[in-house]
Structure formats: C-alpha cells, structure tokens
C-alpha cells in the first residue's frame, strides 16, 4: 500500500467512527504512522485531505454509478438514482454530511462527478421527450431536493422519522420536471417539454448544416423555452 493510500485509509476509518464528522490531522499521522510533514506534502492541508477522503469514500459508490447499464426506461434510472443516493447517505453518514459541507472551501471531485451522471441521465430524459425543463434546471432541482432529503434523514432523524419521506419528496419533484410515459401527446408535449427534447437530440448528434455559432444560438433560444413559465 502506497504512503498516500495508507493516509487515506486511516482518515477513511477515523471519520467513519467520528461522532462529529471530523479528524485531526495529528490522528491520522498517529493511525497511520507517519509524520506531520508527509501527510501535508501529500494533501496540502487539512482541506486537501478531507477532500480528498470523502473522494476515496465515495469511489465505490461512484464507481457503481458509472458501470450502471442504463434501461430503457430513463425516469426508472432517475428514480432508482435518486435512491441510490438516499441509501448511500444513511449507510456512510459522515462521508455525506463531510461531501455537502460548506466549510469545505474546495469541493470533493465526487460530488461534481455526481452531478455529472445525474445530468446525463438527465439528457436521455430529455432526448425521450420525458423533460418539461432543460436537462441543467432539472439537474439543480432534482440534484438540491435529493440532498436536501439525506440531509435531513441523517442529521434530523428525529424530525424524519417517515422511511416513505424520500419517496413522497421524490415523487413531487419528478411531477415538475418529467412527462409520465403514459401521459397523451396532447397533454404532455408542451412548448417547454418539445424544446428540451429537441435541446438533447441536437447535443446527441450536432447538425451539420449550422455553424458552431449558429447551434449555441439555437442550443441558447432552446433553453429558454424550455424553462420559460408555462
């Protein structure tokens, strides 16, 4: 096991036994048997290398969501997305609550990277035509509303006792972004949810009669009306 490893691996298990969601570094030289310096040549500081744990704590689960075969239904895979992410909060709590921390001025790679798959499961929705908004406004309200829910299923437990609470706030905010499958064309596809699904198709496959120019003007009018008030 490399030195850099080794830190992690100890500050990985001082945290997942921390009461506080914390570990001072002087600990982590302790558990993994080196000195100061070598941890901040490593890390930079304290921030570094929390952020940089709440990264290795959050591979695996990242590691699942990017080896995930998508179905061909892209709302199931949002919904069991956003599950996924409920049920990885509770199981790891302080990995969590350290990923979402606003102390933390530079933040951890994984939740970027988690922002990242959800909007691509976003775009497929779009492409479908199952997206009354643009991919990046569904992606800021799916993204704040799921955690939002961990948060408070691990720091207020006593307040959200309710193990449907996920679902109930799920299912509220998949009503404001996505079509259902079953809903009628002519009740379903309005302007907003033709432009987003248009956005997407353009982003799969560039047309080649528009200059680059020309597609980010159309890309720019297609958000707008996507996420224009009905």
């Not at 506080?20 to 000195?35: K, L, M, N, Q, Y």
């Not at 790891?92 to 909007?119: F, I, V, W």
């Not at 939002?148 to 706030?169: E, N, W």
């Amino acid at each position: 096991m490399d030195l850099r490893t080794r830190i992690l691996e100890a500050a990985a298990d001082l945290l997942s036994r921390s009461t506080e969601a914390d570990f001072s570094t002087r600990a982590v030289c302790e558990a993994a048997g080196i000195g100061a310096p070598q941890l901040y040549r490593q890390f930079g500081d304290k921030e570094g290398l929390l952020s940089a744990v709440v990264d290795y704590g959050f591979e695996r689960y990242l590691a699942g969501k990017r080896a995930a075969r998508p179905s061909a239904d892209p709302v199931r895979d949002l919904r069991d997305g956003w599950d996924n992410h409920v049920a990885f909060a509770v199981e790891h709590p302080n990995y969590y609550r350290l990923m979402y921390s606003p102390g933390l001025s530079t933040p951890p790679e994984a939740a970027a990277e988690a922002h990242r798959l959800l909007l691509g499961v976003l775009e497929r929705c779009a492409a479908a035509g199952r997206l009354r908004v643009s991919p990046q406004v569904a992606a800021q309200m799916v993204m704040s509303a799921n955690t939002g829910v961990a948060l408070s299923l691990i720091t207020r437990p006593a307040i959200y006792p309710d193990p449907g609470f996920s679902a109930q706030v799920r299912e509220a905010v998949f009503a404001a972004v996505t079509v259902p499958g079953d809903e009628p064309p002519a009740t379903g596809r309005t302007t907003g949810v033709a432009a987003a699904t248009l956005g997407a198709l353009l982003r799969e496959t560039p047309p080649a009669v528009l200059s680059a120019a020309e597609t980010a003007l159309l890309h720019q009018w297609l958000t707008a009306l996507a996420d224009a008030p009905e």
